[in-house]
T-cell receptor, first 115, second 118 residues
Framework: DTAVSQTPKYLVTQMGNDKSIKCEQN?????MYWYKQDSKKFLKIMFS???????INETVPNRFSPKSPDKAHLNLHINSLELGDSAVYFC??????????????FGSGTRLTVV | AQSVTQLGSHVSVSEGALVLLRCNYS??????LFWYVQYPNQGLQLLLK??????LVKGINGFEAEFKKSETSFHLTKPSAHMSDAAEYFC????????????????FGAGTRLAVHP
């Protein structure tokens, strides 16, 4: 069983479109994250949810909107896609409540290409 | 604020040679430190972590790292490189929420690409 699964794995779309990436974890973790990895491999946190509550919201354009219907799911919706949104998006999960030492479990990533 | 600096964006070694990937951190509170590995077209996999117990930490695939507070370093080593070690390696820092005063987040370095040649 995949611990953190993302769909789709690849996404190619035109500028101006709206798209969503889905993430699900079956680890029973309380907290989920979205990270963006740019073309130079740099990883930057975008959002974090703890038990469906938004707890981290970095400086991200408001075209990006996360949604967490329950603590096992965290989806990322992107409106009006731009060329600069092309990247690999990683979902991750972790246990909170004093277990930050566990680190994160990452999904395999979604490669978004905007043309 | 916490940060991580990985010295050397590319490291190349011969198969069988020592691997040394450098990581220095900045943190005003006791840190947790991690090394992750990313193989081509895959997600990140935890190699090892330091969480204030033993300063020499052993991880998977023969890797280990030593936490040196005086040098604010957490360098990753492996005595003998294998072709399968070729990947991108990321150092990351976090801290217990008790000290960070807020929700934990993992801050990554820029990554080091390890190439292993025959």
């Amino acid at each position: 069983d995949t611990a953190v699964s993302q769909t789709p794995k690849y996404l190619v779309t035109q500028m101006g479109n709206d798209k969503s990436i889905k993430c699900e974890q079956n680890l029973g973790h309380d907290t989920m994250y979205w990270y963006k990895q740019d073309s130079k491999k740099f990883l930057k946190i975008m959002f974090s949810y703890n038990n469906k509550e938004l707890i981290i919201n970095e400086t991200v354009p408001n075209r990006f909107s996360p949604k967490s219907p329950d603590k096992a799911h965290l989806n990322l919706h992107i409106n009006s896609l731009e060329l600069g949104d092309s990247a690999v998006y990683f979902c991750a999960s972790s246990q909170v409540a004093g277990r930050e030492d566990y680190g994160y479990t990452f999904g395999s990533g979604t490669r978004l290409t905007v043309v | 604020a916490q940060s991580v600096t990985q010295l050397g964006s590319h490291v190349s070694v011969s198969e069988g040679a020592l691997v040394l990937l450098r990581c220095n951190y900045s943190s005003s509170v006791p840190p947790y430190l991690f090394w992750y590995v990313q193989y081509p077209n895959q997600g990140l996999q935890l190699l090892l972590k330091y969480t204030s117990a033993a300063t020499l930490v052993k991880g998977i695939n023969g890797f280990e790292a030593e936490f040196k507070k005086s040098e604010t370093s957490f360098h990753l080593t492996k005595p003998s490189a294998h072709m399968s070690d070729a990947a991108e390696y990321f150092c990351a820092v976090s801290s217990p929420r008790l000290f960070s005063g807020g929700y934990n987040k993992l801050i990554f370095g820029a990554g080091t690409r390890l190439a292993v040649h025959p």
